[in-house]
C-alpha cells in the first residue's frame, strides 16, 4: 500500500508540472498565433482547464510536504498540550471544510456536464468542475494521512 501511494506522489508531482508547462505552451502558442494574425482562442481555454487541474494538484502536493503557509504566532507560545489540540481542531476545521469542496464540486460537475466548455463541443464543463471535486478529496486524503501521522508521533511522545 505504502508503494502505490509513494507511485501515486510521483505520478501527481509529474502530471502537476505537465499541466503547468502546457499551460504555459498553449498561452505562448495563443500569443504568437495573435501576433501572426490568425488568433487560436482555444488555448486561454485550454490552459484555463490545465491551471484548476494544477492548481489543486499543486495545493496538495505543498500541503503533503508543509509548504503552505501557516500563522503559528499564537500557537508558538502555547503549552504542548494546547498547542496539540490547537493543531488536531485545524485539522478537523480542513477536513470539514474539504468534505463540503468535495460535495459541492461533484455537485457542480454533475449539474454542468451538458454544458460545453467556453463552446468547445466536444469538451464538458464537468472536466474543469470536477478538479473540485477530485483536488478536495487528494487534499482530504493528505489531511487524513497527517492526522494519523500526528496520532502516532504524539502517541510516542507519551
Not at 482547464?49 to 500557537?75: E, G, P, Q, V, Y
Request: aromatic content about 12%; some cysteine.
Amino acid at each position: 500500500m505504502r508503494r502505490a501511494y509513494e507511485l501515486f506522489i510521483r505520478l501527481e508531482a509529474i502530471l502537476a508540472g505537465t499541466l503547468l508547462m502546457l499551460m504555459v505552451g498553449l498561452i505562448f502558442t495563443g500569443g504568437i498565433a495573435r501576433m501572426m494574425r490568425n488568433p487560436l482562442n482555444w488555448t486561454i481555454d485550454l490552459a484555463t482547464c490545465f491551471f484548476a487541474w494544477a492548481c489543486f494538484l499543486c495545493a496538495d502536493i505543498a500541503w503533503r510536504n508543509d509548504r503552505l503557509m501557516t500563522l503559528d504566532l499564537f500557537s508558538d507560545h502555547q503549552s504542548p498540550t494546547v498547542r496539540r489540540s490547537l493543531n488536531y481542531a485545524n485539522y478537523a476545521i480542513i477536513s470539514c471544510f474539504l468534505l463540503y469542496v468535495i460535495y459541492a464540486g461533484a455537485w457542480l460537475s454533475w449539474v454542468s456536464r451538458a454544458r460545453s466548455f467556453q463552446g468547445i463541443p466536444s469538451i464538458s464543463y464537468s472536466w474543469v468542475t470536477m478538479s473540485i471535486a477530485v483536488g478536495g478529496l487528494l487534499l482530504l486524503i493528505t489531511t487524513i494521512i497527517k492526522v494519523v501521522q500526528a496520532v502516532r508521533r504524539d502517541r510516542q511522545e507519551q
